[in-house]
């Protein structure tokens, strides 16, 4: 299913999962608080939270001041959390009709996520997650690189062959470890205009955006359009205080 080495698209299509195909932000600011106070660690209050989507998870986890040797029982109970609560989660307008697009093209799909495979699945749902062609989820907050190398060799395909995509600085991190091509996203939990300011071979302002570029990947979809990080929609997503 991989496209050759001489074709017009990547032979493998990597995406993040939240953020990036899950509309979960809104849920993370519901849960957070109650996390913070379960593991001891700083609340976020709701004048924080646009200054933190223009951070870095490893800037983030300083300002809440964890421990490093907490991030483990954290995540594991936030990924308990979601998978409790993965009827609350609904996939972005246009991820669906994306997924079916690529599909279509012949794109081999993975999803590389610090998420539960099973949480994902069911956000999913079936008619998506039969389009995915192989999943590596369970990444460690700072762990994404490992498991794309691992996915990349499962399947065969060399690094400059496949085209990561995500919402976060460590997905760009995990994608430029390894030299792979990373196309970032406006809609997710880091502000796009971080994100712009790292220089990513791609960013997306829209779903259907990353369908055209796998036909299309010589196209710099930021650039060719005229559109500046300024530009880029934002949307602001309260924490509650309680």
């Keep these: 299913m991989a496209r ?19 509309d979960s932000f809104d849920w993370f600011c519901s849960v957070l608080n109650g996390v913070a106070d379960r593991y001891r660690f700083r609340r976020v209050e709701p004048h924080e939270v646009e200054g933190l989507r223009l951070q870095g998870a490893r800037a983030i986890v300083a300002h809440l001041g964890i421990p490093r040797w907490k991030l483990p ?19 972005f307008p246009g991820v669906p009709a994306m997924l079916a697009g690529l599909n279509e093209a012949g794109v081999p799909l993975a999803i590389l996520s610090s998420n539960r495979a099973d949480t994902v699945r069911r956000v999913l749902g079936l008619e998506n997650a039969a389009r995915i062609d192989a999943y590596a989820c369970g990444a460690s907050l700072f762990g994404k690189a490992r ?46 205009r971080a994100l712009a300011a790292l220089g990513p071979d791609y960013l997306f302002a829209a779903p259907d955006e990353i369908t055209r ?29 309680s």
């Design 213 to 241: 570029l796998a036909n299309r990947p010589e196209r710099r979809l930021a650039a060719s359009e005229g559109r500046s990080p300024e530009s880029l929609r934002t949307t602001s997503h309260p924490i509650p205080s």
């Design 4 to 22: 050759s080495p001489g074709g017009a698209g990547p032979a493998l299509v990597v995406l993040d999962f939240d953020g990036t195909l899950a």
């Design 73 to 91: 029982f954290i995540a594991r109970h936030m990924h308990a959390l979601a998978a409790r609560d993965a009827d609350r989660i609904a996939l």
């Design 147 to 192: 498991r794309l190398r691992a996915l990349l060799a499962r399947q065969g395909v060399p690094p400059e062959r496949a085209l990561c995509i995500g919402d976060e600085v460590r997905d760009l991190e995990a994608a430029r470890a390894l030299g792979c091509p990373f196309g970032a996203v406006a809609w997710g939990y880091t502000d796009a």
